[in-house]
């Protein structure tokens, strides 16, 4: 029943898995430790953590859909359970319902492809025996089932309430991997299951399209967002708006480019989210405007945080440039004029919320004097520390990465790609070398540095955060004047991207909930009738069938 | 050994119970689980058939074949079960009188080869009904016995009629005559016939728009009736409800519009569980939607479908008893039903249970329902019927609304209060989920039997 098999494509996202699931398993036992062992929620997290590694094994390793979808299913509910332990009923509910959309998106697609073909098995599947009426609305399913795991928008509604409110630490499992099995199934999709010959252009445009706008709305949203963790689901479901968006353009250099930055994604929120998780466990605050100032009391989460952002804006010299250039030389060379545009522009905005991501927690004013801060585990510090290394070894060797796919490429039939050296990262029509840009940044990283501590005694004193008199506003004693309050609010003011910022998806979502809800008080009405209107009514039923049916 | 024997020794039983009060409980689970392991030898020997009187037109006939055979050892199993989980009660004695005697007419009514015989064995298996329902012995129990009789005899009504006019156009009551020589009745009695024992059998097979009474009396009923109304009764009749029709060799019409009653029968319980505040209520509503799945897939004439509805009927017998007994805990504890006391109670295990029971009538894997749902949408695909599909899944959403929502408040930070159970129960318990588990990890032998089943119920008539 269980059909597994190694393949370089399931090597890739297990490992990956393996990164978060092996760090986080030091800092939940590290954690554990201290807790009684008959904790009722502590075993039965163990539980439902190791279930959810054995089905991400599965759902990577499957060789038919059908184990994939047990796979998948398995997947959703037990991430189900180990959100629930903090998540609220309502935050829950959506995450189960979305996901089980998906399941069921996903159960109809193979059903329908299992009948057709007669069999369940990637390499047996012949698609070409599915009538060409069904090939649209398989592809559709398949479509539906991989934007709502991977939050593609209008299907991304339950992402960012169920990342803030699930436990810190799970929230970078969700963001880091779980997510990334909506990529694998894409990737799977368009290489086994339905293959390129299938797929109509015109979709995949769309598709494209709708990872970009996602991008774009999703980054813009972050920048608003006053809680940390929402920023991050924003920035999440922002990434893999990129992600979807490059793997839709079905070259060689597009698949690189979206596993390229499948992997940073994966080892940056692993190490974000874990920074945040660490901030919260010290200070027990998720807002900006309640933290700042706290690098003179913790360096290394500072260095890590920068690491981390760097990777996540895509600026050279670490692993994250290396992505974001593959994605824009290959939209270059495909010509995608537009979607580099949108790409750019949804990329440059994105420094806005990385940077209010350092400044609101690190930087500016301290609120020392309000906070209790509580000890961190040091293993708090093990996954920022392994995404940090990986991040930095990628900036310097950013061919690493395309040594790791080229086994992936050649076994979805793609020629693989040559790499002169390790340091060397080619683009099509234009290279970089990492460890020469890695070189240069350190030496005007160090000059800098020089610079700032030749100054240190010369910078003015610190001021309260609550002092503006630098600023042009009027001083209203309400009014947190931190850095990390407010900002984002000025955005609304302008045209397009209020517009954006006003209006949301959720309010369609709801009006569907609502609708269902009344007309199940509705038709609930119907199990409390009387025993004589129901005698009335079978009366009823029994002679409209005899005069319909009667000749 | 006589197929007789698996309706007259839990009649005997019944009977005997003023005499042995004290041991019976012991008996009666020795004997089914005896009459279990019977059943389970004629594994292989099907079909048998055998007549108590041979005058040719009003003979008593009984049919074992492999699909009436599946029934009775599911319903033995069932009554073993539900007999074991009681065996350290003293209380409520009397109780072991009625539910062997709801055995007897249930497997009388699978076994059963003539349609009058069916007619005496379905008002048993009623009265037996109407007063478990009144067990609870407070005003809520006896109102909904006394509705429950009043449905009860318009389906015995419907059923009569429809007898009579089987009678009275072939001058024969046993099914395996009617089935060959139907054909040569009018039109319109034929469409009287067919209509009349679809209303009959209909109401008890709690099928939509005949179904409106059940949720009610599920409700004045205790958990572990309900747990025997559900895991047995409902599926004695659904299995009558198309064996009956097979037989008949109805016309794909009348399948077609069973199979769209169901789709609507599917959709109203769900939709209707979804604003319930109250387990009892969901649980039953539940049950009316699996109904509806069951019509979908048994009408569907096909072997792949209808085999796949076989393996449905078998895990959510289990499964649905499962959760009444477990329902039962909680209510002996709270002393209410009510959503709310799922927040309140602090037992893994439960929730376990729970859980266990709610994913696979959810239809998710790795547990049973899974491979029933999986087998009964991919036959359907076969069919091209792909709105059927398109519904279940768009209702399973539905239903997964509420029960994770049942789930989910077992999470919810309240006062709790533990829950102490017993070792039989909890052993029990536990068997039934690890039974649910098993057929989800490994279906293929249960799948082989569901297969038989279906080619026998289709091929009703050539046995």
């Known amino acids: 029943m269980f059909n597994l098999s190694v393949t370089p494509l399931g090597n890739l996202f297990f490992g990956l898995t393996l990164i978060v699931f092996v760090s986080l398993a030091l800092v939940n036992f590290a954690s554990f430790r201290g807790s009684k062992a008959s904790d009722f929620k502590n075993n039965s997290s163990i539980f439902l953590y190791t279930l959810l590694f054995i089905s991400l094994g599965v759902i990577f390793y499957a060789s038919d859909l059908i184990t994939l979808f047990i796979g998948w299913e398995v997947m959703s509910w037990s991430s189900y359970f180990i959100i629930t332990n903090r998540a609220k009923l309502k935050t829950s509910q959506k995450y189960i319902l979305f996901n089980l959309g998906a399941g069921f998106a996903l159960l ?109 709305i999703a980054t813009f949203k972050a920048i608003s967002q006053d809680s940390m963790k929402r920023l991050l689901a924003y920035s999440s479901i922002a990434q893999l708006g990129y992600i979807v968006t490059i793997l839709s353009i079905f070259s060689v250099s597009g698949i690189e480019a979206g596993l390229y930055h499948t992997l940073i994604h994966t080892l940056v929120k692993l190490l974000l989210f874990v920074n945040v998780a660490s901030i919260i466990y010290i200070t027990g605050k998720n807002r900006f405007s309640e933290l700042g100032g706290l690098i003179y009391r913790y360096p290394i989460l500072f260095i890590m945080l920068l690491i981390g952002i760097i990777g996540l804006a895509g600026m050279p010299p670490l692993g994250g440039f290396n992505s974001k250039f593959l994605i824009y030389t290959t ?56 995404g940090a290394v990986i991040l930095v070894v990628l900036g310097l060797l950013p061919s ?87 900002v984002g609010e000025e955005l609304r003011r302008i045209s397009f991207i209020g517009v954006i910022l006003r209006n949301s998806s959720k309010e369609y979502w709801e009006r569907i909930s609502t609708i269902v809800k009344d007309s199940s008080t509705l038709i609930k009405k119907l199990y409390g009738l009387t025993v004589q209107n129901i005698a009335l009514l079978t009366l009823l039923f029994f002679t409209i069938l005899l005069f319909v049916g009667v000749k | 050994m006589s197929i007789l024997y698996f309706v007259t020794i839990p009649l005997l039983a019944s009977f005997l119970t003023p005499f042995f009060k004290d041991y019976l409980r012991y008996i009666s689970v020795a004997l089914n689980s005896l009459l279990l392991v019977f059943a389970l030898s004629f594994m ?150 067919i209509l009349s024992l679809f209303i009959g059998f209909g109401i008890k097979a709690e099928i939509f728009p005949l179904n409106f ?98 393996f449905l009927i078998a895990i959510h017998s289990i499964t649905k008893l499962m959760l009444f007994l477990s329902l039962d805990i909680l209510e002996q504890k709270f002393k209410s039903t009510t959503i709310e006391i799922f927040k309140n109670f602090n037992s893994l295990f439960l929730v376990v249970i729970f859980a266990i029971g709610f994913l696979s009538l959810l239809g998710l ?44 408040s077992t999470r919810v930070q309240e006062p709790k209060e533990d829950i102490e159970i017993e070792l039989l129960p909890k052993v029990l318990l536990s068997l039934m989920a690890i039974a649910i588990v098993y057929f989800g990890l490994f279906p293929d032998a249960l799948l082989d039997i569901s297969k038989d089943v279906a080619t026998t119920l289709i091929g009703g008539a050539d046995v």
């Open chain 2, 213 to 310: 009474w059940v949720v009610d009396i599920y409700q004045a009923s205790s958990n572990r009736v309900n747990a025997l109304f559900s895991a047995i009764l409902s599926k004695a009749y659904i299995f009558l409800f198309f064996h009956i029709a097979y037989m008949l060799h109805v016309d794909t019409k009348y399948l077609s519009f069973l199979a769209v009653i169901g789709v609507i029968s599917f959709a109203v319980a769900e939709l209707s569980a979804l604003s319930s505040k109250d387990i009892k209520r969901i649980f039953a509503y539940s049950t009316l939607g699996q109904i509806g799945v069951l019509f979908i897939a048994l009408s569907s004439n096909s072997i792949d479908v209808i085999s796949g509805a076989i």
């Open chain 2, 365 to 408: 894997p790795p547990f049973g329902g899974f491979i029933a749902k999986l087998t009964i949408l991919n036959g359907l695909v076969g069919l091209r019927e792909y709105l059927f599909v398109g519904a279940i899944l768009v209702i399973s959403l539905i239903e997964a609304v509420y029960f994770f929502r049942l789930l989910g």
């Open chain 1, 400 to 486: 690493v990465g395309i040594a790791i796919f080229n086994p992936t490429l050649i076994s979805l039939g793609f020629e693989p790609t040559a790499y002169s050296s390790l340091f060397e990262l080619n683009g099509g029509f234009a290279s970089f070398n990492g460890g020469a840009i890695m070189t240069l940044f350190i030496l005007i990283f160090v000059a800098i540095l020089s610079i700032a501590f030749s100054l240190k005694n010369k910078i003015r004193e610190r001021r309260d955060r609550f002092d503006i008199s630098y600023c042009g506003e009027t001083p209203n004693p309400t009014v947190n004047l931190h850095y990390g309050y407010g």
């Open chain 1, 108 to 216: 109809g697609a193979v059903v329908l492809i299992y009948s057709f073909t007669g069999t369940a098995l990637y390499s047996d599947i012949a698609f070409s025996k599915v009538p060409t009426a069904l090939h649209f609305p398989i592809t559709l399913l398949l479509l539906i089932t991989i934007f709502i795991k991977s939050g593609v928008m209008p299907f991304h509604h339950w992402v960012v309430d169920t990342y803030e409110e699930a436990d810190n630490l799970f929230s970078s499992v969700l963001s880091a991997i779980i997510s990334k099995a909506g990529i694998f199934l894409f990737i799977l999709m368009f290489s086994q299951i339905i293959g390129y010959k299938f797929l109509e252009p015109m979709i995949f445009d769309i598709v494209a399209w709708l990872g970009v706008i996602t991008s774009v």
């Open chain 1, 331 to 386: 939209l270059l060379e495909e010509k995608k004029a537009l979607l580099l545009v949108a790409v750019m522009f949804s990329s440059a905005s994105a420094f806005l919320y990385c940077f209010k991501l350092i400044y609101g927690i690190y930087l500016g004013q301290s609120t020392d004097e309000v906070t209790e801060h509580k000890e961190l585990p040091t293993a708090y510090y093990i996954p920022q520390i392994i």
């Open chain 2, 44 to 193: 292989g020997d099907t079909p048998i058939r055998e007549y108590i009187s041979f005058d040719s037109a009003l003979s008593i006939s009984f049919v074992l074949d492999s699909a009436s055979l599946f029934f009775v050892v599911l319903f033995f199993l069932i009554m073993t079960l539900f007999s074991l989980y009681h065996l350290k009660e003293e209380s409520r004695k009397d109780s072991f009188i009625l539910t062997n005697m709801l055995l007897a007419s249930v497997s009388g009514l699978v076994l059963s080869g003539d349609i009058f015989n069916i007619y005496i064995f379905f008002e048993i298996a009623s009265i037996t009904a109407y007063i478990l329902t009144s067990l609870g012995r407070d005003k809520k129990a006896y109102s909904g016995a006394i509705r429950y009789m009043i449905i009860g005899s318009f389906a015995s009504i419907f059923l009569l009629i429809a007898i009579v006019t089987i009678y009275l156009n072939l001058g024969t009551l046993n099914l395996l005559t009617i089935s060959e020589s139907f054909f040569t009745i009018s039109q319109n009695s034929q469409f009287l016939i």
